[in-house]
């Protein structure tokens, strides 16, 4: 490389190459060197004394491309050069591009004109293969519809065939009775030809005394009695058949009912079992309590004579006769009376200043109803609700009495 001509980055020259192997002119760059460059090579002892135009370049790691776009001394011609020359070799790949592309749309032509006859050959293999299955299905259809003729008419005519076996069977049964019935009839005929042998020629001019006309009046006789005898027999054997059925539907009958009946026996049972039980554990409830009710009745018929007795002596002659007044009345009259008793006493050991000795009902009613008020709520309505409870105590022993 001559001096006045710099290696560009990357490694490309700064001289374009031609179609002929000749630079292009627009790539040549010329430099004007002031100044020559020296490298150091020696450490920086002992050198001192040394000249001080020697022009120190430190060390550079850096590519050279990246030096040309960050130095400042980079000239604008070199950087628009090297654009110059990235924007030929784009161009080159470029065009190295369109015409693969070219290539591949020509080949993908290709393939679409293979792919056109073969999608042509497809349809046609596919219309020819439908149109098999086309005929395929209406013959599997016509051989269906054939088999199942062919079916119903072999069904029919082994229901056929059936059907002159059974009439063959009964021909041949009826064929065996028949053979059956010539032989034993045969013996009658060959008795009756003997006997037309033996038979004088003149045995129909004889007249109703004949023996011949008795036996074949006895055998009339017979005849009919016998076809008689097989209706009766005919008669009784349906009768004896409804009958045996009349049985089974009463035994059934019975066994339906006899079943009903044991489960209601067993229902009844465990009614009963369980009704057993609870008497037993009332018994015993009532032997345990039985102690306890005596000494309650006991203790309610003292308190019932006590409050006849006091009532016999509080008696009051408005509230009628004692044996027919309620036990709540009687109890109201030995209170009534009490309270009068109370309230002469009361009157009584009053001085004489005090006011008249014999009371008035209206104001001894308004002083009890005074006194009432004058109690406390509380302590008024617990003796109420315990008059309330007494009263209902007694009338229920009472009652229970």
Known sequence: MSGGERELPGGESPRGTMSGGERSPRYQLNLNISRRNVFVTQLEEGRDDEDGDVTQIPVIKEAASRILETSR?????TLVLKKEVEYDRVSQELLNKKQEFEERMQALDVKKEEFFQKQLEC?????????FLKESDAKRRRAIAKYQTESRQNEFRQTEIEELKKQLETQRARQLKLHERLKKNRTYEDFLLKMADNVPEDYLDYGVDSPVKAIIRRHETLSLTNESLVDN???????????????????????????????????LQQEYDRIVERNKQLELNFNLNKGHFRTQSVEVGSLLMAVTN?????????YGPVDEVELLR??????????????VEKLASQPPEAGPLVPNPDSQASKLKKTTAKEPPKSRTSQLQRNDANKRRLSTLGANI
């Open 73 to 77: 001394n980079t000239l604008q011609k």
């Open 123 to 131: 349809s046609e293999k596919a219309s020819k293969f439908e149109k």
């Open 233 to 267: 027999l005919t008669a009784l054997a349906d009768e004896q058949e409804n009958k045996q059925h009349a049985l089974e539907l009463l035994q059934r009958n019975y066994d339906t009912c006899k079943l009903t009946m044991n489960s209601e026996l067993s229902r």
């Open 310 to 318: 006091l009532a016999e002596q509080c008696h009051m002659k408005h």
């Open 330 to 343: 009687k109890l109201e009259m030995i209170k009534e009376y009490v309270l009068e008793k109370m309230h």
